[in-house]
């Protein structure tokens, strides 16, 4: 075994090395080029660096990072379902992340996920290291596995399923229901489902796609590689000619991955998002699928689904030296600060 480490500051000249590498490890849609480099267009800032190890000139580990100022960051925000290594060894894990933390800047690592064996390797790397450690537990992201349908539907509440099927009556006694799936996705497709989204509750918060133009141009970006890469699904339920609820996902080696779901409001009381979701459930476990994937934290409408969860965690670290100390002495009071204020509204 002889590895080496190197940098790259292109995704061109690594990138058919990555998607193979992330083949052969059955890696998430999020942690190939195909969703780095949309997202590198759409939202980085600093410089990239996509860090490599090779074992005798053959790829066999990755991270993607971004370096800004005094902090190398993980290439990823809140739209990135979770970030980590990608590795075919545990020795190409333990090199990467040696490498992350061998540079003396502040580490930060977001949103991680912390069950992974490439995390214990980082926070192995860290320690090693000497850097001081903050971490945070951002919550879960839910799943279902795929297994018998009549099984898992014992396992949710029946007064919701009661309520799903008499609010579904009730739609069906107003306009003819049909929900569409489409594998591509047209410019007029995406522009009726982003309306769709920020006309609900998350335009009025300013976290609809729509909202930033940096948020909307990732997504179609995102849109045109999944679908020439067969991994989009476009689901869109209808009254009529009518859009009421819609999913954007992504389906990539048996998995089902739910990005964005938005209902329109003025259907509320019928609950379309919640049929919607009844019907890709099933979907799910009428097809060759393993698992459905909410993604995101566990909020309360994904816990009526499941009670099973990938653990996300936001790590910082701090060097072992007086800028570091200090930077760690600066970030604290700053949270302490903000919680004040949260609080004190």
């Known amino acids: 075994m002889s590895l080496t480490v190197d940098v790259h500051h292109d995704f061109e000249e690594i990138e058919e090395e990555w998607d193979a590498l992330c083949a052969r490890v059955d890696s998430r849609p999020w942690h190939t080029p195909g969703w780095y480099r949309p997202w590198w267009e759409s939202f980085g800032r600093g410089t990239l660096e996509i860090v490599t190890a090779r074992d005798s000139g053959r790829l066999t580990g990755l991270v993607p990072l971004e ?84 099984s898992y539907l014992s396992s949710v509440d029946t007064k919701m399923l009661r309520e799903i099927r008499r609010r579904r009556r009730r739609l069906e006694e107003m306009d003819r229901l049909t929900l569409e799936i489409s594998t591509e996705a047209s410019d007029s497709d995406l522009r009726e489902f982003f309306d769709l989204e920020a006309r609900g509750w998350k335009g009025a918060a300013g976290t609809a796609i729509t909202s930033r133009p940096d948020t909307e141009a990732f997504y179609r970006r995102l849109c045109s590689v999944a679908s020439s890469r067969g991994w989009l699904v476009l689901a869109c339920l209808r009254s009529g000619p009518k859009l009421i609820a819609a999913d954007l996902s992504l ?89 004040l204020l949260a609080r004190s509204k």
Do not use: C
């Open 67 to 150: 370096r800004l100022g005094k902090e190398i960051r993980a290439a990823a925000n809140s739209q990135s379902p979770d970030f980590g290594i990608v590795a075919e060894t545990e020795a190409s894990a333990r090199m990467l992340a040696g490498a992350l933390f061998s540079t003396g800047r502040r580490v930060n690592l977001f949103p991680l996920s912390s069950n992974e064996p490439s995390s214990l390797a980082l926070y192995s790397a860290a320690t090693a290291a000497g850097f001081s450690l903050l971490d945070r537990a951002l919550g879960g992201a839910p799943y279902v596995t795929i297994t018998a349908w009549d």
């Open 251 to 339: 389906e990539v080696d048996r998995a089902h991955h739910l990005l964005k779901t938005s209902f329109d409001p003025e259907y509320a009381r019928y609950g379309p998002g919640l049929l919607l979701r009844y019907l890709m459930l099933r979907r799910a476990f009428e097809s060759d699928l393993v698992s459905y994937e909410f993604l995101g934290l566990d909020d309360p409408w994904k816990r009526n689904w499941t009670t099973t969860f990938r653990p996300l965690t936001h790590l910082r670290a701090f060097p072992p030296s007086a800028r570091g100390t200090s930077e760690r002495a600066l970030f604290q009071l700053g949270r302490s600060v903000k919680d």
